[in-house]
């Protein structure tokens, strides 16, 4: 189904559904600022809280949210890694669960200098999946950093509406700043820029036709509010920015069987396509080793990235296909000349209008333990 069958369709339905079916539909997305607090199973002081809360933030694949935090005593935690929310089927080494739950020891320790803590890290885990990932205990310094919280609180994945204006090189020295080792950039239009679109489109539809890839992602997809409400995780219709007519179609007709039907998965795709087609450049973030240190400090880089971007006016995506599916995952990183381990693949683009932050999180007591 192209996408203006798809609006005839659904604004053919919404006429259908009438006044009063469409009052007693799904009218609105439910996003993260219509999260209510929830009772406190023990008490978290106020501060623990925030900075718990500001650690989640963190981005992560399909928006699992793969961390939780065992309370040992105030101010002494372990970050966990929680395998209930693992994507066996396009992570199944638990690589993007670890850079994920990078970003949030990043968050975790930037909320908690801004408050005027310390903090003292111990790396626990020896694999992947070893479940005490590391321990933090926080000190009270009294010396605030100034960090600004507000670019955690908004920072978000943007994926539309991409400006096709190639990325300034102020801006990138800025981006890149203490972060060059790491970080290779490949301007818009190089060939390296064109081989990343290609390879991201083929990876794509390597992964829609994956039976497996599809079903796990079904799992993720809150479609209606409801659900939304009711997991606080996942990928919503505010968050995958399906917005006006087709949103509402969305949120009251799509089921988790639309998201394995044929029509679903080529949508996905020429979605993929049109999406490298606006881009700024690719920024990729590589590393020496895969080590269980090596993927949190990468996590952690990347974060650090996402939290710089939005005072430029620069959209960042995550597109992780390439690095997920067999042949690309082999053969990207010698195609490009990059050594090392790629970690992550960004589009990266300037917005007009940089969009309010919509994906959920859990509640701080739904993780801690
Ligand atoms: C390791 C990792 C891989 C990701 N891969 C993709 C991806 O392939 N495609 C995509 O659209 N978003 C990807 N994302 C972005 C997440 O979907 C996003 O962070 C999550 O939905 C929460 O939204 P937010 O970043 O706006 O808070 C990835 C994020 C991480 C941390």
């Known amino acids: ?25 799904d ?42 935090v065992k309370y040992l005593e105030p101010y002494h935690w372990i970050i966990g890694n929680d395998r209930s929310k693992w994507l066996p089927a396009v992570d199944p080494t638990q690589r993007e669960t670890l850079l994920s739950i990078g970003a949030f020891v990043q968050n975790l320790e930037l909320a908690a200098n801004t408050l005027g ?15 005490n990932v590391v321990s933090v205990r ?13 670019e955690i609180k908004l920072r978000r994945t943007v994926r539309s509406h991409f400006s096709d204006i190639p990325l300034r090189k102020a801006d990138l020295d800025f981006l890149l700043e203490n972060e060059r080792d790491c970080f290779v950039f490949f301007e818009k239009n190089s060939p390296e820029h064109k081989l990343l679109n290609e390879q991201t489109i083929e990876a794509n539809q390597t992964q829609a036709d994956r039976n497996d890839a599809q079903t796990e992602l079904s799992e993720w997809m809150r479609f209606s509010s409801r659900d939304a409400e009711k997991y606080c995780d996942g990928l919503t219709v505010a968050s995958m920015e399906i917005e006006g007519v087709a949103g509402w179609f969305v949120r009251n007709f799509y089921k988790k069987s639309n998201v394995t039907a044929p029509g679903f998965r080529k949508q996905g795709v020429d979605i993929v396509k049109k999406q490298v087609a606006q881009s700024g450049g690719w920024m990729l973030i590589a590393s020496k080793g895969n080590t269980v240190a090596t993927l949190l400090e990468t996590g952690r880089r990347m974060q650090r990235l996402f939290l710089k971007i939005r005072q430029k006016n620069i959209a960042l995506h995550p597109m992780t296909q390439i690095l997920e599916e067999p042949p690309f995952n082999q053969n990207i990183a010698p195609s490009l000349g990059v050594t090392g381990n790629i970690q992550f693949i960004l589009r990266m683009g300037y917005l007009d209008k940089y969009p309010a932050p919509v994906s959920l999180r859990r509640p ?3 993780f801690v333990r």
């Open 1 to 25: 189904m192209n996408r203006a069958t798809f609006l005839k369709i659904a604004g053919g339905t919404l006429l259908a559904a009438g006044g009063a079916g469409y009052l007693l539909s």
């Open 27 to 68: 009218r609105k997305n439910f996003v993260r600022t219509d999260i209510r607090a929830v009772a406190t199973k023990f008490p978290l002081l106020p501060d623990e809280r925030e900075i718990l809360y500001m650690a989640s933030l963190a981005p992560s694949g399909h928006n699992t949210q793969p961390w939780f």
């Open 117 to 131: 803590y310390s903090c003292a890290f111990e790396l626990l885990a020896q694999t992947n999946q070893d479940e």
């Open 138 to 150: 926080l000190k009270k310094t009294g010396s605030a950093p100034r960090f600004d919280l507000n």
């Open 364 to 366: 701080v007591e739904w």
